[in-house]
């Protein structure tokens, strides 16, 4: 039930969220939910800066960390470790914190295309963790990788969460709504259904 039109150019323009109106204090851990299509990450890519809105306002105060996609922005060509000192340029993360979190070794010496699965998601895991924004944004929990690192990931996740002002999530997983927010955001067909505790789920 999203609006298609035609523009001026006739090009085809999705209205993908609308009407929106809400403010997320300090302190605040906010679970955005709903079925699937009905704007949960495309909202979260707005909150990021991903997406610019083509009307109304966004005020978006202190640094913002994403765990969105954590491999966006990797060059496969390069090495592991390359990819991080890249990384460290501009979000000035620890690179020596990084590279040893991933547990990679000689790995981060070889281009990333050569990775598997589980060595990207540890690289890409890594590099977006290091850094301890104000505002974290989320689109589900992090649940990927072989036991051990699974083990490491969640206490350094914890402490992201924890250690950050503002978490704002897109989940389905109740179980983490309970456990992680205070609040929750219903979204349908791109629009504000439900706003409030936790509790009045």
Request: aromatic share 6%; hydrophobic share 45%.
């Amino acid at each position: 039930s999203r609006r298609v039109k035609a523009d001026a150019q006739n090009r085809v323009v999705i209205s993908a969220l609308s009407d929106l109106s809400f403010t997320i204090e300090s302190g605040e851990r906010v679970a955005l939910v709903g079925h699937n299509g009905a704007g949960k990450s495309t909202l979260l890519r707005t909150l990021a800066g991903i997406y610019e809105p083509v009307g109304g306002r966004l005020t978006v105060e202190g640094e913002i960390g994403s765990l969105i996609d954590p491999a966006a922005g990797l060059d496969p060509l390069s090495t592991g470790r390359e990819n991080i000192r890249l990384r460290a340029l501009y979000r000035g993360l620890n690179a020596e914190q990084a590279g040893e979190f991933s547990g990679l070794g000689e790995f981060l010496d070889v281009p990333i295309h050569g990775y598997s699965a589980g060595m990207s998601i540890r690289l890409a895991f890594a590099m977006a963790t290091a850094v301890q924004p104000k505002i974290l944004l989320m689109d589900e929990w992090f649940s990927a990788g072989d036991a051990d690192f699974m083990a490491k990931a969640e206490v350094r996740l914890e402490q992201l969460v924890t250690a950050s002002e503002i978490l704002v999530i897109a989940t389905h997983d109740m179980n983490v709504v309970k456990r992680w927010c205070n609040r929750v955001i219903r979204l349908e067909a791109g629009r504000i259904v439900g706003d409030g505790a936790v509790e009045s789920l």
